[in-house]
T-cell receptor, first 112, second 110 residues
Framework: RKEVEQDPGPFNVPEGATVAFNCTYS??????FFWYRQDCRKEPKLLMS???SGNEDGRFTAQLNRASQYISLLIRDSKLSDSATYLC?????????????FGKGTMLLVSP | SQTIHQWPATLVQPVGSPLSLECTVE??????LYWYRQAAGRGLQLLFY??????ISSEVPQNLSASRPQDRQFILSSKKLLLSDSGFYLC?????????FGPGTRLLVL
């Protein structure tokens, strides 16, 4: 099993739709989880951290399911500008010094 | 606020040539620094990380090396580039486990 796995997509959704992505991780001892957004040919940008209690930022909601070892990202009321690749990142113990393992990303395409 | 710079933005190099990519961070002290490579169709691969001046940890064996001569400077080097070194090289800084990426250098080895 890969350490961090994501469905590559693409997820094609119309504007205004709600879409959700999952990211599974292999190490039950992982403690830190993040979602990043990466536009084509640009660097990843931190979207949000994922806390045990969940995290909401406007139209974006991130949740952690420790029992099933996955994190999720929910985007409500999709905008054209949400089109991007969404990467999840997880720390995988006993990796040293705050290193993260990234998934390969899920591509989202929002159409008019 | 913190900013991270990388240069050059793009680079085309012949096989066997040397490489030097530079990353600098402003607005923070003693950050953790990271070098990643993102090859076409592949995920982000951690190459090196550093927790302080002169302290480098390598994650994968390869013909690349890294150095941290100053607190806010991180350099990625190679003596002889291979075709497989082509990719998008990203520097990141972090405090705790949150990481922030620089704009990246796109390297094409021909």
């Amino acid at each position: 099993r890969k350490e961090v796995e994501q469905d590559p997509g693409p997820f094609n959704v119309p504007e205004g739709a709600t879409v959700a992505f999952n990211c599974t991780y292999s190490n039950s001892a992982s403690q830190s989880f993040f979602w990043y957004r990466q536009d084509c040919r640009k660097e990843p940008k931190l979207l949000m951290s994922v806390y045990s209690s969940g995290n909401e930022d406007g139209r974006f909601t991130a949740q952690l399911n420790r029992a099933s070892q996955y994190i999720s990202l929910l985007i409500r009321d999709s905008k054209l500008s949400d089109s991007a690749t969404y990467l999840c990142a997880v720390n995988i113990p006993p990796s040293g010094y705050s290193t993260l393992t990234f998934g390969k990303g899920t591509m989202l395409l929002v159409s008019p | 606020s913190q900013t991270i710079h990388q240069w050059p933005a793009t680079l085309v190099q012949p096989v066997g040539s040397p490489l030097s990519l530079e990353c600098t961070v402003e607005g923070t002290s003693n950050p953790n620094l990271y070098w990643y490579r993102q090859a076409a169709g592949r995920g982000l691969q951690l190459l090196f990380y550093s927790v302080g001046i002169g302290q480098i940890s390598s994650e994968v064996p390869q013909n690349l090396s890294a150095s941290r001569p100053q607190d806010r400077q991180f350099i990625l080097s190679s003596k002889k580039l291979l075709l497989s070194d082509s990719g998008f090289y990203l520097c990141a800084w972090g405090r705790g486990e949150t990481q922030y990426f620089g704009p990246g250098t796109r390297l094409l080895v021909l």
